[in-house]
């Protein structure tokens, strides 16, 4: 996502590159420049145009420093008002009471379904709650399969009822349930249509007067660009929802709906999904989208990401082996497989600094590693536990070879480039990781 408008703005800023001082004219041609990337990337005309003109109020507001070039003020500013435009701030998700109740609303195709499951999946795994599904959408055929799937699939229990009860009982019966069983959210999974219509609006109103949520969330498929933000407002005009979950970030999307729904419903993204796992699911941090729009990466999620994914003992003992050299190739699968449960390879990469760019015409699969985790498979447990015995040995290379399926120069060269990062390792204090990144067969 936003790869497009990402170039574009690079461009638009660059004219301001290398001059003396910021002036009318100069902002002038550098913010219409940048009012025509975002229409092109699908942004509301009147949130292009009021962001372009408080930009540029800003900007001709603010004194240059001497340690600070014009082109790096804009940056600043366009990233700050970016951020801005997207709420400033991340806003975390009401799951207070006993139990808390989250009503899911949105268009048939949106994604709702899947993605009760996995707000479900991030309230167990990462804020410790024991969260019910209940399934009300009794029309779309599959929906309560597709979502007892899914229950089944995250350890997530999901209340569903056989006989032709009304989606309104259905909910409430499940919150009697979450009640009487000590389940601390419901998550409610309502109808959709393919477009609005006043049925659907008279039964998920009826859920929430019956409810009381505590969450009203619309979810809405960013590929959509402006027809999701048009439908956002219809659905708020009725439901006045909480919140807005934007999926399908992942996709070929301009990034329009991102940067106009807040502005036009007045309510926070608080969740968006990237991707078709459990796990691809986060909180929106505009601050982040910002810095990723403009090319600045997103360190400080990659370092989330790793964190939830390596434990601090185990990395202390790693360490330990490493100074000593005797990291290994068991120690370097594992960490293989660490890296692997943080998200899409390529993703990932988009987070540091300086890298997206570099790789944004590259095709890195999420199955990078595969080579080289299908070499060390074919190893014996004695050469993955002593990496010296394949150092001269080629009758064990042509083995691994011919085990993996890689070419003998594959292996030999795997086997150099390891060497190589655990004699690093040994040298380098304060190492903590293998050079994935030179290993990794693109």
Excluded: W
Excluded at 189 to 212: F, H, P, S, Y
Excluded at 359 to 388: C, L, Q, V, W, Y
């Amino acid at each position: 996502m936003f790869e497009n408008l990402s170039e574009r703005l690079e461009r638009s800023l660059k004219i301001l590159k290398g001059e003396g001082k910021i002036t009318e004219v100069n902002v002038a041609e550098t913010l219409k420049d940048v009012r025509k990337a975002l229409l092109d990337a699908d942004v509301n005309y009147k949130v292009a145009k009021q962001f372009t003109d408080t930009v540029k109020e800003k900007a001709l507001g603010m004194n240059v420093l001497t340690s600070v070039r014009p082109g790096q003020l804009m940056v600043k500013v366009v990233h700050d008002e970016l951020a801005t435009l997207m709420g400033g701030q991340a806003v975390d998700i009401d799951i207070k009471g006993h139990p808390a109740i989250i009503l899911m609303a949105g268009l048939q195709g949106s994604g709702k379904t899947t993605f009760s499951a996995k707000l479900a999946n991030l309230l167990k795994t990462k804020r410790a709650k024991k969260p019910l599904l209940a399934a009300c959408d009794v029309y779309r055929p599959a929906a309560i399969d597709q979502l007892k799937v899914l229950g089944e699939q995250i350890g997530v229990t999901v209340y569903t009822e056989d006989g032709n009860n009304k989606p309104v009982e259905i909910a409430q019966n499940a919150i009697k349930e979450a009640r009487a069983k000590g389940f601390d959210v419901v998550i409610i999974d309502t109808a959709g249509r393919l477009a609005i219509d006043e049925m659907m609006m008279q039964e998920i109103t009826a859920i929430k007067e019956a409810v009381t949520p505590n969450e009203i969330l619309f979810v809405v498929d960013a590929m959509t660009g402006q027809d999701a933000v048009n439908t956002a407002r219809e659905f708020n005009e009725r439901l006045d929802f909480s919140g807005v979950i934007l999926t399908k970030l992942d996709g070929d999307t301009r990034g329009g709906a991102a940067l106009s729904i807040r502005t036009v419903v007045d309510k926070p993204i608080k969740f968006v999904g990237m991707g078709e796992k459990m796990d691809a699911f986060d909180v929106f941090h505009p601050d982040r989208m910002a810095d990723r729009i403009l090319g600045m990466g997103d360190i400080v999620s990659f370092v989330e990401r790793a964190q939830e994914q390596f434990d601090a003992e185990q990395a202390k003992r790693l360490q330990k082996k490493m100074g000593k050299g005797k990291f290994d190739y068991n120690d370097f699968l594992e960490q293989i497989g660490q890296i692997k449960k943080m998200g899409n390879v390529k993703d990932l990469m988009g987070m540091i600094p300086g890298v997206g760019k570099a790789i944004k015409d590259i095709d890195i699969k999420d199955d990078a590693f595969k080579g080289i985790e299908a070499m060390i498979h074919s190893m014996t447990p004695k050469e993955r536990a002593n990496p010296e015995l394949l150092d001269k040995s080629q009758s064990r290379r042509e083995r691994i070879a011919k085990g993996s399926g890689q070419p003998i120069q594959e292996v030999s060269r795997m086997i150099k480039q390891f060497e190589q990062t655990r004699k690093m390792m040994k040298n380098v204090a304060g190492a903590k990781l293998p050079n994935l990144g030179s290993l990794m067969r693109r």
